[in-house]
């Protein structure tokens, strides 16, 4: 029997002493506010809490040793406090996913009861052991100050829910995600609710002889187990072809180590996951296919139809051979970059369960997703339904920058409940995700660019190749966007691009946030660099005279005819650049929408409940971006409905259609749609109160479907909106980074607050990419699944960012909107690249960095 105290009531605890503090809270207490972000690795803080006054890792303390101990969650803190910290990290921006957050609210009382005043650099001190991958911890910081002063003059923080545009309107549901109260799908209970888990391959290629699940289904406990056999429907899926099988029979050949081979419903997760690794499966080990460089030629077909899944090519003006020998300065090299982890905090999970619809027995899926109408449209596809008999709830999301578009859980989970007839929770652990979900593609660019005795560019030649793993995610796309953007933010007059998507048995790799623009971005500004290091230019000078301005035409070969930021950006930079001995600078453009061909969209409909009741349906994934905050003040700000009776839903079931949450579209589309739902309801409440509305819904769909497809005949529209910026990296008289200064073209700031975190955190993610993130793979297996060895930079290792925000109106964007989610970090390794290279005049080539040696 152990005894202890739980937010100030007395606890007996009398089952296995060795369960985790964390499970007992989660799984048997009731508490939601500490969060499972490393399944016990004790690498991410999300599951803090406090024992004795000390700051504890629940994931890591088993219940023997709570004996005697008193432990505190933030459901037992005072609620002044806890109001004046939820309140201050939501007035700083300090809220982005939120899964994060009650960790470090955690820390934050531990600290400050002991320090009612500390310096910044006791701040970073105590949050050591918090892990953030969204704001880049300035935020965070910022936070925690205000928070003290607040304590100390013993004063309160009230949140200011303006709604207007271009105002700091707090983030949506921001308070209660800080203290651990909105739930993520994790945190969600059903009656009667099974779990299950699922059996990966051992190899990354080989020959699936027999699986035996004799063992696992006598296991006690054990519902049922599901192999391929059991779908009822196609078993290939993705999400743009249908290459990923959801799991693969028996007889047939892995691809990576993340395919399934089988899966086990039980009724608990330790049961399952016991379960699964009962199931005995035998193999004929093949060997994989790893090498990028050979796979196009390689005999080891991992498809049937080979290994190259695309060539884009992008080619415009004269012959770029001819022109480079005529160049006066040229520049030659290869660049390579790494394999990268989301590492996202909210690992993979979902739920589902029946639902019965008016054409027969449905089902209903709770689910993380990027894109709940693309999720709908896959699992109706394997359980061989119509779509409206499967409705997709979307749950705002742990974090995804690109990770969670395709589906990883949300298939299996959706087959073993509807079998089943019950709902079924499938989670998966940090390991698995790891193992499982797509990464950023690493690629080979061999770039030779060259320019005239004036430093004016003339020709680009890029020679591109990604490895896209054992499936297609969005491989094809992320390379054509990567030859779409590989001359920069820069008019060329003359190009000869080519990219290649190619299939491996390495870990599939889809979108992550920049979507292969950083890549071609590192490759690029260090050439920049090279031709002014080769002409004697000035490397500010050089890059503002070739500059894309409005009239300029991409590399793709659209003409930018208005709303072009990037010499703005460039000049907001310009005393700090030259007041640095040692400084790095990099430019960088991202498209807004998909583009290239495809129709970007958005449906939303306003629905009026009461005079106090006004619902938002769409269909975008709030994942931390704060879609959800732009899109209520679009709608208040046009018509003036206050902004704390507005709810905002995401849902198959309303029929607000969008498509994935991506390419950096999301705001600029449901802003659009909100302004044309509101233009009727505008006219509407000029004569009548929204009492007298109840019961209407008002319906906005905005869409551009005027782009190009690659090499179309006619005018060239790749994309409908662009955004830009310039970054600044000054290194210290060590080497070591000081400060980051980002400009952003936004276009026009809907939300000054959440765009600064924005770009923050994709600052901090883009030195991680720079310096130190990597996931290495040997034969087609992790060499670690540990979340501590990706290499994120932790608080301590984070520099001063300094955001400054430019407003250049775009022409199709709401309010002159642009998107700001991905181009946060498409200069920045480039840019610390630059920096190092000034400081000790060593080109790398290779991403991470290294130091002191050429990586050539």
């Not at 192999?227 to 196609?234: C, F, H, R």
């Amino acid at each position: 029997m152990i005894s202890f105290k739980l937010n100030g009531k007395e606890k007996i605890f009398e089952g296995n002493d060795s369960l985790s503090l964390l499970h007992y809270l989660r799984e048997i207490a009731g508490i939601m506010s500490p969060k499972d972000g490393c399944s016990a690795q004790a690498a991410c803080g999300a599951c803090m809490v406090e024992i004795n006054g000390h700051p504890t890792l629940s994931c890591i303390t088993p219940m023997k040793k709570v004996q005697g101990k008193e432990i505190i969650t933030i459901e037992g803190f005072p609620e002044p406090l806890k109001q004046t910290l939820g309140r201050a990290f939501v007035e700083k921006g300090a809220v982005q996913c939120g899964f994060c957050t009650p960790g470090f609210l955690t820390g934050t009382k531990i600290l400050l009861q002991n320090n009612p005043n500390p310096s910044h650099d006791e701040i970073i001190k105590a949050l050591k052991m918090n892990l953030c991958r969204c704001t880049g911890y300035i935020k965070i910081v910022e936070a925690i100050q205000l928070a003290a002063e607040t304590l100390r003059e013993n004063k309160n923080i009230t949140l200011q829910n303006s709604g207007i545009v271009g105002s700091n309107h707090p983030k949506y549901k921001a308070y209660e995600k800080a203290i651990g109260q909105d739930p993520f799908v994790d945190d969600l209970k059903f009656d009667g609710m099974l779990y299950s888990a699922l059996k990966f391959s051992h190899h990354p290629r080989a020959k699936v002889l027999k699986i035996d699940a004799a063992a696992a289904e006598k296991l006690k406990g054990v519902i049922r187990i599901f192999t391929a056999e059991d779908i009822p429907g196609q078993r290939f899926n993705g999400l743009i072809i249908n290459d990923w099988p959801v799991m693969i029979k028996q007889g047939e050949t892995t691809r990576y180590i993340g395919d399934v081979l089988a899966g086990a419903a039980a009724e608990t997760e330790a049961i399952a996951r016991e379960a699964v690794q009962l199931i005995n499966v035998e193999y004929d080990v093949l060997e994989p296919l790893t090498d990028l460089l050979a796979a196009e030629q390689s005999p080891i077909k991992i498809h049937h139809q080979g290994n190259l899944l695309e060539t884009c090519e992008v080619k415009r003006g004269n012959p770029v051979d001819e022109v480079l020998n005529e160049s006066a300065h040229v520049f030659s090299g290869r660049f390579e970059t790494q394999r990268v982890e989301h590492a996202f905090m909210e690992t993979e999970t979902a739920i589902a369960m029946p639902w019965n619809t008016e054409k027969g027995d449905g089902l209903e899926l709770f689910s993380q997703t990027q894109g709940a109408y693309e999720d709908r449209k896959q699992i109706a596809r394997i359980l061989g339904l119509p779509d409206e008999k499967i409705k997709v709830n979307q749950v705002p999301n742990g974090g995804g920058f690109g990770g969670k578009e395709d589906m990883t859980v949300q298939g299996h989970v959706s087959l073993f409940a509807f079998l089943l007839k019950r709902p079924v929770k499938l989670h998966l652990t940090r390991e698995e995700s790891i193992r499982m979900h797509p990464k950023r593609h690493p690629m080979i660019m061999d770039y030779t660019l060259g320019c005239d005795e004036k430093g004016k560019l003339t020709a680009l030649k890029a020679r591109i190749l990604g490895d896209t793993g054992a499936y297609a995610s969005v491989g094809m796309k992320v390379l054509e966007r990567a030859a779409g953007h590989a001359a920069g933010a820069y008019h060329i007059p003359n190009v000869d691009i080519v990219s290649k998507t190619l299939y491996t048995n390495n870990i599939p790799s889809g979108a992550m946030r920049g979507f292969g623009v950083n890549q071609v971005t590192f490759a690029m500004e260090s050439c920049i660099d090279e031709l002014c290091e080769k002409g004697g230019f000035d490397r500010w000078q050089f890059r503002f005279d070739n500059a894309l301005v409005n009239g300029s035409m991409t590399a793709t070969g659209q003409i930018l005819h208005e709303g072009v930021g990037v010499r703005e950006t460039l000049l907001a930079i310009k005393e700090e650049f030259y007041k640095a001995r040692y400084a790095g600078l990099a430019c960088g453009v991202k498209n807004c929408g998909i583009g290239n061909g495809m129709a970007d969209f958005s449906e939303v409909k306003i629905e009026i409940i009461s005079a106090d009741h006004v619902v938002l349906h769409h269909g975008w994934t709030e994942m931390g971006q704060g879609v959800h905050t732009v899109a209520t003040q679009a709608l208040c700000g046009e018509t003036g409905i206050d902004p704390a009776i507005v709810e905002v839903k995401v849902s198959t079931i309303h029929e607000a259609r969008s498509g994935m949450t991506t390419s950096s579209r999301g705001t600029s589309l449901v802003c659009n749609a909100i302004i044309e739902a509101a233009k009727q309801l505008k006219e509407d409440l000029k004569t009548k109160s929204l009492d007298r509305l109840k019961g209407k819904i008002y319906f906005g769909r905005w869409s551009f479907d005027k782009s190009t497809q690659p090499g179309a005949p006619g005018p060239v529209i790749t994309h409908y909106s662009h955004s830009y910026a310039t970054q600044l990296v000054v290194l210290d008289e060590k080497g070591n980074i000081d400060t980051v200064v980002a400009a952003h073209d936004a276009g026009k700031i809907i939300n000054p607050v959440l765009f600064e975190s924005q770009i923050q955190g994709s600052v901090h993610m883009g030195l991680g990419y720079a310096l130190s993130e990597e996931l290495p793979l040997e034969g087609g297996h992790l060499k670690s699944a540990k979340l501590r060895d990706l290499g994120m930079l932790r608080i301590h290792e984070t520099p001063r960012i300094v955001v400054k925000g430019i407003e250049v109106r775009d022409p199709l964007g709401p309010y002159g909107a642009k998107g700001v989610g991905e181009i946060g970090l498409v200069p920045t390794a480039a840019a610390v690249v630059n920096a190092l290279y000034q400081f000790d005049k060593v080109r790398r080539y290779k991403l991470p960095v290294t130091r002191g040696k050429n990586d050539e």
